[in-house]
């Protein structure tokens, strides 16, 4: 299937997993595709698939993501080395929590492109660097991500399957089906009239410093990630032995949650406005371009938007291909263009502030 092909770079190893699951083959006389999938929409993302292979733009450019690894280390080196040098007064701690802020986010871009594979052409490197970057430098668990972030992809905005919209409806009331649905039901967990005020104070600052600090522990010792857990308990060491050499118990505190919340803020105003502006409803069983589509838009391109999004602008293409890097994104989103054109589908791509905009 489709999902099968895009989320694979090694088809034949993961293949021979296949096996033991295979019950039978269809009858001739029976159809290869439902009948709630659009059979050409199916077969034009197959051709065009083809191509893309043919032009090569599922293959990494390594010195690209050396730089953007490169970039991350000096930033995080650069957030200590300004209350060495500067010391621990008010504006050398907050220069020093920006600039490691920064360093944290752009290395959450750098673990999402590790975790779909599209650094380098061997898996395990992939997952060795993922581990090193997800649960070294940031420490969180690359699998936790990983379980989690993949059924994102396989089925966005599809309630009780996409776990990234499991907020609703206990926080949020997502969706213009679902808040009808509340509505008629007469069920509020929430008061959801006034969830545009709330969001701004709840999940952007929240998120990171505790929901996401629990659950990934939580994960990893309950599924038994060893490895992932140790790992994680190195970012922690380093972290406390270094800034703590320089501030004070209270303020080394402040210094941790403070950036966990600009990390979060960030991170989560860029992850939503690609899907929570899109249809959120059931799983209707679509094929998988419908399925990415009807949950995807775009952010217009430049440099800035590129590097504050991790080509997340490219949210349409990054869905259809996971395993593309994402500096060839550009690329293929005119091809993109014309598919959508063809059969009438929209493809949404917005300024980034109007983005923003609509998330709320």
């Known amino acids: 299937q489709d999902a099968f092909v895009a989320f ?30 659009n059979k050409m929409l199916v077969k034009d993302f197959r051709e065009l698939r083809a191509t893309v292979e043919k032009m090569g733009l599922l293959k990494p450019n ?7 690894l490169a970039h991350i280390l000096l930033l995080d080196a650069a957030a200590w080395l300004i209350l060495f040098y500067f010391g621990t007064s008010l504006m ?16 959450s871009w750098l673990q999402h492109d590790l975790g779909h594979l599209s650094v380098f052409r061997k898996t395990k490197w992939n997952h060795l660097l993922h581990k090193f970057v997800m649960c070294h430098l940031i420490g969180a668990s690359a699998k936790w991500w990983t379980l989690l972030h993949s059924r994102h ?9 996409d ?51 629990c659950h990934t522990f939580y994960i990893a010792y309950t599924k038994r990630y060893w490895v992932d857990l140790a790992w994680m308990l190195t970012f922690y060491i380093r972290f406390f032995f270094t800034y703590g050499s320089l ?11 403070i950036f966990r919340m600009l990390e979060s803020s960030w991170f989560v105003w860029v992850s939503q406005m690609n899907h929570i502006p899109m249809d959120i409803y059931y799983d209707n069983n679509l094929d998988w371009v419908s399925t990415q589509l009807q949950a995807t838009c775009n ?35 005119p091809l993109v263009k014309s598919l959508c054109a063809k059969h009438g589908i929209e493809y949404q791509c917005k300024p980034l502030l109007t983005a923003f905009a609509d998330i709320v």
Request: net charge positive; glycine share 2%.
């Open 163 to 213: 776990p990234d919209i499991d907020m609703h409806p206990f926080l949020f009331t997502l969706g213009k089906k679902f808040s009808v649905e509340l509505g008629i039901k007469k069920k509020k967990y929430m008061p959801y009239n006034h969830q545009h005020k709330y969001f701004f104070f709840t999940l952007p600052p929240l998120l990171f410093p505790t929901y996401f600090h």
């Open 153 to 161: 992809h396989a089925k966005p905005n599809c309630f009780q399957k």
């Open 299 to 333: 952010v217009e391109q430049s440099l800035f938007n590129d590097w504050f999004t991790g080509h997340l602008n490219f949210q349409i293409e990054h869905h259809l291909f996971p395993t593309m890097p994402r500096h060839n994104y550009w690329k293929v989103a």
């Open 8 to 37: 694979h770079v090694d088809k034949v190893l993961v293949s021979k997993y296949l096996k033991s699951l295979q019950i039978g083959e269809l009858a001739p006389d029976q159809p290869s595709i439902e009948p709630t999938k």
């Open 62 to 68: 390594q010195l690209f993501f050396f730089l953007h």
């Open 92 to 107: 050398p701690f907050i220069v020093s929590l920006v600039v490691l802020t920064i360093s944290q986010v752009q290395a």
């Open 247 to 257: 501030l004070e118990t209270k303020s080394l505190l402040a210094y941790y949650f």
